[in-house]
């Protein structure tokens, strides 16, 4: 009985990275049976279900700015390169810039965070695809425009991938890592959508990590001092973040009372509710109730073969308006942009960066933040639980809102934002700690406002995550263990943007659910199946993309994709937002 409990969260404790060579922790890939195939098969190409990036008609100039194989990595400085900016293109402005990564790998090897900055602003979070003995390769490519001030100067490009060779994982990667630039294709209208600088809020090279920021418990706070251009209007905060070891299946960590009444070992605790809160001298600005990202290996790595789970290719960053604050930050002074997490158990990987608009016609903006609030964490927890087995209901709400003018050349705007979140997260635990049952919603509503006599700008992101697991976990008594699961991951996001007369929507859908079952002895797959089914629905005014695809064992069983925009999902998507 004790150890199906100890099996089960050693099962979703499984983790990437920040394993030190001499203590690796349980993770999970897989065995696989001698080829006796007499041509090679061709490498499985794994993806990412997500909308194609809209490119203007024009041709790009590329810059293929690292070649690199990732072998023993694992605490080595990252690796970089020098990037200058494209000069023999047929123009200088560019209506978007794409990063594209592309990787092969060929053996055993567990997924692996890594993260791509050029001078020192994250460009890209991600993890890898973990190999076959017959190869695998991949591509990411991600639309980084909104980084435009940044690919007009020399710059260094670092890549950390922390990566371990030894006999029993032998997969190197190889990657590639490319810039294609897009000519603008009216010349005259440069974008200014995009801020004119971009300040990084990392750590610093040199050094044998990654530039992100370690949060390893709930009193652990990460900062870095950072001096704002005095004549700056407008600045966002981009968090990039992403969460391991003991907290990497953060929704389905049991609460501390449970573990100490039951004398378990071996499960992760601090309960399921993680929040990620930016502060900017001590006070706090914004907050981030992640997506429940599942990287490659997660649960069953069976379910990720070749389709891969929202956001594990491309983790989500967001967006925190620190325009309000301006006031405060306008005095040429250095000033302290910290993070923490809520509960956090090791380990967090946090930075940003600082996008900032900069008043060509003045030399010194000014602002007053008008008020700031932050409500407490509302938290209602009902447990009830007999030994090993039992309900946990966790309930929290919170909001954040701070309003604040600036002065500028473009007049007095006064920019109001506001944060409110709901999560709610409903476990339960049977068959003596074997069985674990959770259901989880994040409800993240975002919204800027920037009013003057004349306008008001407005942008409202409402977004909802949803998580569930249904997992089984049965132990076979001789270092083996079998599991059966269920997941369901969902990202929702209804945005809409009103600048003056012009007023733009879009909303997404994508829901993946897997059924996994699996043989595992030590940290190996022994044997199992995994099968995904996913439906991706986004539209905005000008482009609809939909896909509708699923998988199983390796194979895909069907793939629709298509431009129509759902009827359905435009009424809701109208009567929900505008
Ligand atoms: C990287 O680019 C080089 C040169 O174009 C090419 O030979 C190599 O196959 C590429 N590797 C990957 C992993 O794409
Ligand atoms: C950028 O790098 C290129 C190539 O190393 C060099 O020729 C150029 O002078 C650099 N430009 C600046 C502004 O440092
Ligand atoms: C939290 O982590 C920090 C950073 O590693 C460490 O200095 C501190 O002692 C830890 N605090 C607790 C309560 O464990
Ligand atoms: C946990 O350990 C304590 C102290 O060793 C013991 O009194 C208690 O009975 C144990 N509880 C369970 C559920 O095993
Ligand atoms: C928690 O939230 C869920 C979903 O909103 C709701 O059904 C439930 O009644 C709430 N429970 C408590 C104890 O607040
Ligand atoms: C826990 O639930 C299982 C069925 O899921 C049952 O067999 C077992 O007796 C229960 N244990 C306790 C202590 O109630
Ligand atoms: C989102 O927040 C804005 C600003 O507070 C508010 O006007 C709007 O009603 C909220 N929407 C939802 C669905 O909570
Ligand atoms: C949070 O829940 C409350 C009560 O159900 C609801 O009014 C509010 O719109 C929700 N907020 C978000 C961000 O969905
Ligand atoms: C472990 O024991 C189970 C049950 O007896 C058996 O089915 C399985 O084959 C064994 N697994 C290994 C890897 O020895
Ligand atoms: C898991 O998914 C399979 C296939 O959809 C379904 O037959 C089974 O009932 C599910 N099990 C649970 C416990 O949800
Ligand atoms: C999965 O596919 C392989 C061939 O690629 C086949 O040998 C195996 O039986 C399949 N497994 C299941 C459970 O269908």
């Given amino acids: 009985m004790a150890n199906a409990s100890t099996i089960l969260s050693l099962l979703l404790c499984f983790s990437l990275i920040s394993a030190t060579p001499t203590t690796l922790r349980p993770h999970l890939t897989t065995t696989h049976p001698p080829s006796t195939a007499q041509a090679p098969p061709p490498p499985t190409t794994y993806f990412e279900v997500t909308k194609p990036i809209q490119l203007p008609n024009t041709k790009p100039c590329t810059t293929h700015v690292l070649q690199h194989d990732f072998a023993f990595t694992y605490n080595k400085p990252p690796v970089t390169a020098q990037y200058t900016p494209p000069s023999t293109c047929s123009s200088h402005h560019f209506d978007k810039i794409v990063l594209e990564w592309s990787a092969t790998s060929k053996g055993r090897q567990f997924d692996r965070i890594f993260g791509v900055w050029l001078g020192g602003v994250e460009l890209l979070r991600s993890c890898t695809a973990e190999p076959r003995p017959i190869g695998i390769e991949w591509t990411v490519k991600k639309d980084v425009s909104r980084y435009y001030s940044l690919f007009m100067k020399n710059q260094t490009l670092a890549v950390y991938l922390g990566n371990l060779i030894d006999t029993t994982y032998t997969g190197v990667y190889h990657v590639n890592v490319s810039f294609h630039f897009y000519p603008a294709q009216n010349k005259k209208i440069l974008n200014d959508q995009w801020a004119d600088l971009i300040i990084p809020v990392s750590r610093n090279l040199p050094l044998n990590d990654g530039l992100w920021f370690k949060i390893e418990n709930s009193s652990d706070v990460q900062s870095k001092q950072v001096m704002i251009p005095q004549n700056a209007y407008r600045v966002v905060l981009e968090v990039y973040v992403s969460f391991h070891e003991n907290d990497e299946f953060w929704p389905t960590n049991v609460a501390n009372e449970y573990i100490s009444d039951n004398n378990l070992t071996g499960f992760a605790g601090n309960g399921p509710f993680r929040e990620v809160v930016v502060s900017l001298d001590g006070g706090e600005v914004g907050a981030v109730w992640p997506f429940t990202v599942v990287y490659t290996g997660g649960v069953n790595p069976l379910l990720w073969r070749p389709v891969t789970g929202i956001g594990s290719f491309d983790l989500p960053t967001y967006d925190i308006e620190i325009t309000p604050f301006l006031g405060t930050i306008l005095n040429g002074k250095s000033h302290d ?242």
């Fill in 337 to 578: 942009f910290g993070f923490r997490v809520t509960n956090a158990l090791n380990v967090w990987y946090i930075d940003a960066n600082l996008h900032v608009w900069l008043d060509e016609k003045s030399e010194k903006t000014h602002g007053k933040v008008l008020t700031q609030s932050v409500s407490p964490l509302h938290v209602s927890l009902v447990s009830n639980y007999a030994g090993l087995n039992g309900t946990f209901v966790t309930n929290v709400t919170r909001s954040i809102k701070s309003t604040g003018w600036v002065q500028s050349s473009f007049g007095k705007i006064v920019t109001e934002s506001t944060q409110e979140f709901n999560y709610s997260n409903i476990m339960v635990m049977g068959k003596d700690g074997g069985l674990q049952i959770v259901d989880q919603m994040i409800e993240f509503n975002d919204s800027v406002s920037a009013k003057q006599p004349s306008f008001v700008n407005l942008k409202q992101s409402l977004k909802s995550f949803s998580f569930y697991i249904y997992s089984d976990t049965e132990d076979k008594g001789n270092g083996s263990f079998a599991q059966i699961a269920n997941i369901t991951l969902g990202f929702n996001e209804n945005k809409i943007v009103n600048s003056g007369a012009k007023s733009s929507s879009s909303f997404l859908e994508n829901i993946q659910n897997g059924q996994g079952t699996m043989l595992v002895k030590g940290n190996l797959v022994v044997s199992g199946l995994g099968s995904t089914q996913q439906t991706y629905n986004y539209g905005d005014s000008k482009f609809c993309y939909f896909r509708d695809i699923s998988s199983s064992n390796y194979t895909i069983i069907y793939d629709k994709e298509g431009h129509t925009c759902g009827k359905s999902k435009k009424s809701r998507f109208n009567s929900a937002i505008l």
